[in-house]
């Protein structure tokens, strides 16, 4: 199974950035897309990007379209997801996840395996 570790979450202040770190060992992180969950504070986990094996297709929650980009270095075995404009609303635990397929899928059953998350806060 590939192990996968978030990193680079924290605290900002509204209208700041941050970015995402998502690592995964086993060369099989390669052949596959990844995504980024959050679950906010008393919410389910919701789908906000995703990015296909060859990196050349990603999709994007409606509510993070324009300020947060999801991208992989393959030589690194890394994703990120840069954030920007972040709003409180964005506070949330973040996860990555790969998927089961090379595609960049936007469903938590399309993943296998998950991280443990990365805590994001925005807040004055």
């Known amino acids: 199974q590939v192990q996968v570790e978030e990193s680079g979450g924290g605290l900002v202040q509204p209208g700041g950035s941050l970015r995402l770190s998502c690592a995964a060992s086993?060369?099989?992180?390669?052949?596959?897309?990844i995504g980024w969950f959050r679950r906010a504070p008393g919410k389910e986990r919701e789908f906000v990007a995703a990015?296909?094996?060859?990196?050349?297709?990603?999709t994007y929650a409606n509510f993070v379209r324009g300020r947060f980009t999801i991208s992989r270095d393959t030589a690194k075995n890394t994703v990120y997801l840069q954030m920007h404009s972040l709003k409180p609303e964005d506070t949330a635990d973040y996860y990555c996840?790969?998927?089961?397929?090379?595609?960049?899928?936007?469903?938590?059953?399309?993943?296998?395996?998950w991280g443990q998350g990365t805590q994001v806060t925005v807040s004055a």
């Open positions: 996840a790969v998927a089961k397929s090379e595609y960049a899928v936007t469903t938590e059953a399309q993943y296998g395996s």
């Open positions: 086993g060369s099989t992180f390669r052949s596959y897309g």
């Open positions: 990015i296909s094996r060859s990196g050349g297709t990603t």
